[in-house]
């Protein structure tokens, strides 16, 4: 039902948009196509040395899941088997797009079947923009109940405003 009411949401939108008036900053000519931003946040689960435990296989990234409001996402972890141009900065960190609510927005992420963490993110929406697009803003992040520090994180060149990451030692 939560997907049929988004779909319908887009579509509503995208029939609104001109497509035609030049003084629209945001006006799409005929045929174009609108990536949207994504933003994510990316999870490096390390020891006490800092070493990471999906690389020494503490922790399978094939096993780990991610749930939200009863949505299952997986995989979370990719790997260039699936991803032949992954970037060497995301290799064995788990990757989760935000979205969500202002305030507080809870993970479960199941490591293996034995070990659920709880992961917590306080988000605020930030200005829109011209067009009418938001970035988050992560306020603070809590990992099993402990605070972590939330770092801009850039995938790519330039994208250091949208991405965020966190370092947790188990």
């Known amino acids: 039902m939560k997907r049929i009411v988004l779909y319908i949401t887009a ?77 060497e900065s995301v290799k064995d960190i788990i990757v989760l797009e935000l979205f969500g609510q202002e305030g507080a927005n809870t993970w479960s992420i199941q490591l293996n079947e034995n070990e659920t963490d709880v992961l917590v993110i306080d988000l605020k929406h930030g200005a829109p923009d011209e067009c009418g697009f938001f970035l988050f803003e992560v306020l603070s992040a809590s990992y099993n109940g402990i605070s972590q520090n939330v770092e801009p994180f850039a995938v790519n060149e330039g994208d250091a405003q949208i991405n965020f990451k966190i370092t947790v030692v188990k």
């Not at 497509?19 to 000519?29: G, H, I, M, Q």
């Not at 020891?47 to 999906?54: A, F, Q």
Request: glycine letters at 6%; a negative charge.
């Open 11 to 87: 579509f509503l939108i995208l029939l609104s948009c001109s497509t035609d008036d030049s003084s629209n900053p945001c006006a799409l000519p005929v045929g174009a196509s609108v990536d949207a931003i994504t933003q994510s946040i990316y999870i490096e689960l390390v020891n006490s040395d800092g070493t990471n435990l999906i690389t020494n296989n503490t922790y399978s990234g094939l096993d780990i899941i991610a749930e939200k409001n009863g949505f299952i996402i997986r995989p979370v972890v990719f790997d260039a088997a699936q991803i032949p141009s992954l970037p």
